[in-house]
């Protein structure tokens, strides 16, 4: 069975005046053992959509399942699950170790000694045990973490629940974190929903990645599904760095292409199913898989180059092409200068078609 289950969830709240729709219609399942990321811009209800699971908020309509039990009533204590905050959220008055203690004390009827060989057993697995002693306001903000994630870990629950747990570490601790969190995750084979607004950490981080925008599921799918076979044109400008490019092209029916000037883009039958009567179609292409070309071939194009960003490896080039600007990720082994025209190819199988716009 699945460690957990959103099935049909939609939450509405009453904001002065109307109604907010936070989430709606939700249908995900989180397998046993699974890292599940829940991705998406800024207010497109991940929150929502893991308080609703912690039991924070209430559900107005659907059912979620812990372990297969519906939770949609129970009290976030009584529900297996155990959350980790952004602002870690730790007592300032308790030590460390009493801070790891509490919320088992208060969930489980375990007997002291066992409670203390398990915050230990936590304490040395997360290389906290010098710091048990000690209260938060003497630890730095990637010991805070830890602890956080200990006062978590020691409940041994069904599903950890984490609302972007490394957005207050600098970005050198932020990439630390990431590691040792797949790594405890190895570890400890405990489902996991994880929420971020960060693609990149998405990517590395999830087993599965459900990326949502307005309340709404786009896609549930792994990393490279998403990346690969982005479920529509949000999913594919949101995921993937630098973003994909798109161009929109008038597309007639009748004869099967789309145009746009110069471009021309002929569908297959498969995509023609696909866009019915639509007048126009929208085309995308990674940074990364536009090539530079030597010569004049087919699909290739010229375009002038307006800015020129050395990456290392590789050069990121803005050009324009007509009056369209596109991106485009070549090799940092070729020397190419502001305001040179160059020849790009957008290789046929590289391209995404898209039915929106
Ligand atoms: P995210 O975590 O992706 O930034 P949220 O889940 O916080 O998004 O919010 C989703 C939507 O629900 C937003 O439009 C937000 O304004 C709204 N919302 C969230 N919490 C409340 C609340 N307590 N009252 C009213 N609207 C809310």
Excluded: W
């Amino acid at each position: 069975r699945p460690a957990v289950e959103y099935d049909g969830v939609t939450k509405t709240f009453d904001s002065d005046g109307g109604e907010v729709v936070a989430v709606e219609d939700l249908d995900i399942q989180v397998r046993d053992g699974e890292f599940l990321v829940l991705v998406g811009p800024s207010g497109c209800g991940k929150s929502t959509t893991l308080r609703l699971l912690a039991g924070l908020e209430t559900i107005t309509d659907g059912e979620v399942r812990v372990g297969g039990e519906v939770v949609n009533e129970a009290k976030p204590k009584d529900r297996d699950i155990a959350m980790v905050f952004q602002n870690y959220a730790l007592y300032p008055h308790k030590t460390v170790a009493e801070n790891m203690r509490f919320g088992l004390e208060m969930t489980s009827d375990l007997p002291d000694d066992a409670i203390d060989a398990r915050v230990n057993e936590t304490a040395e697995m997360l290389s906290i045990t010098e710091l048990l002693d000690r209260r938060p306001d003497a630890l730095s903000g990637g010991q805070k973490q830890r602890v956080a994630l200990g006062r978590a870990i020691v409940r041994e629950p069904e599903v950890f629940l984490m609302d972007e747990p490394l957005s207050n570490l600098d970005a050198k601790l932020r990439t630390e974190m990431r590691t040792e969190l797949q790594q405890l995750h190895e570890q400890l084979g405990v489902a996991t929903v994880y929420v971020t607004h960060d693609q990149t950490e998405a990517m590395t981080m999830g087993d599965r990645i459900a990326v949502l925008n307005d309340g709404a599921l786009q896609q549930l799918g792994t990393p490279l599904e998403c990346y690969h076979e982005p479920a529509n044109r949000f999913v594919a400008g949101f995921i993937g760095s630098p973003s994909m490019n798109f161009v929109e092209l008038e597309y007639t029916p009748r004869t099967g292409v789309g145009r746009r000037g110069d471009i021309t883009y002929e569908v297959t039958d498969e995509q023609s199913t696909q866009l019915g009567d639509r007048g126009h179609v929208t085309l995308g292409i990674r940074p990364e898989d536009i090539e530079l070309a030597t010569e004049t071939g087919p699909a290739t194009v010229v375009a002038s180059v307006d800015v020129v960003e050395p990456m290392g490896r590789e050069n990121l080039l803005h050009v324009s092409i007509d009056d369209r600007e596109v991106v485009a990720s070549v090799s940092g082994e070729y020397d190419i200068s502001i305001g040179q025209d160059i020849r790009l190819r957008f290789p046929r199988d590289r391209i995404h078609m898209f039915d929106s716009g």
